[in-house]
């Protein structure tokens, strides 16, 4: 029985895997998506004696299987594709745009596709105002996104530019502690700590006109999935045999 449970942990664990690889390919298109991983642990051992014998040489730990431990994802910066659109930005390191929700709590995205909505507010590919409400006058002839974010535009018979507000870039000591909502949205966690002002330069920068792609290895995910099918396999073969001997003992009653 105990090889029963065991591999039908395996299973599930195994199934969990395939669940987030296919996520991950699934949007390997999406504006700064990340990756994901599945890591496991395994579980608690009991301890076997046999009798009459010194506990040296008499223990036996039997694992219990495996579980999840944690869906980790991988915040490294994926490439940089050049749009050509004023209003795409792709953030160069780690850093993170804020943007605001409709309760008035700080939320953070890679996603730089903004737009302009209704009332010339700078929002999110998503509609969320981003901090700071910059608005964008309607009579801005250009804008213009420096390295730092600030946001500046030129009016009408004027060569000079104005500067409008800047981007809010936030830096987390653990990104991989961002708590992830869906849409390219990440809330702040105590793992992740708490939000930082960034120091821009070589290693973190905004380019105006690109988008960041996604981070997924179509190729490496490919490898991934051989990988966690055969070990599914090979756990359902394990149900197999283990039923094939309980159906065994069982026979030798008769």
Do not use: C, W
């Not at 070589?202 to 490919?222: C, F, K, P, R, W």
């Amino acid at each position: 029985m105990r090889a029963l449970y065991a591999a039908a942990s395996g299973m599930a664990a195994q199934q969990t895997r395939l669940d987030t690889i296919a996520n991950n390919i699934a949007n390997v298109a999406t504006t700064g998506f990340k990756k994901s991983r599945a890591s496991f642990q395994d579980l608690f051992y009991q301890e076997l004696t046999h009798g009459g014998m010194s506990a040296s040489t008499s223990r036996l730990d039997v694992g219990g299987g495996v579980q999840l431990s944690a869906l980790a994802k991988n915040h490294s910066t994926g490439a940089m594709g050049e749009t050509g659109r004023i209003l795409d930005i792709a953030i160069q390191g780690a850093g993170y745009l804020a943007v605001e929700d409709n309760r008035g709590e700080t939320l953070y995205t890679r996603d730089g596709n903004l737009h302009i909505d209704s009332d010339g507010v700078l929002t999110s590919s998503t509609g969320l105002p981003l901090m700071g409400d910059i608005y964008i006058p309607q009579d801005a002839r250009e804008l213009k996104i420096l390295a730092d974010g600030t946001l500046q535009a030129a009016f009408a018979n004027s060569t000079e530019y104005t500067t409008l507000g800047q981007l809010e870039i936030s830096t987390f000591v653990n990104p991989s502690g961002l708590q992830p909502m869906g849409n390219n949205i990440y809330r702040a966690t105590a793992r992740s700590g708490d939000a930082m002002a960034p120091e821009f330069g070589t290693d973190l920068y905004i380019a105006q006109g690109y988008l960041e792609h996604s981070n997924v290895d179509i190729a490496e995910e490919l490898i991934n999935m051989i990988e966690a099918q055969r070990a599914y396999d090979l756990n359902s073969k394990v149900v197999k045999t283990a039923d094939e001997v309980l159906q065994a003992a069982a026979n030798l009653k008769r």
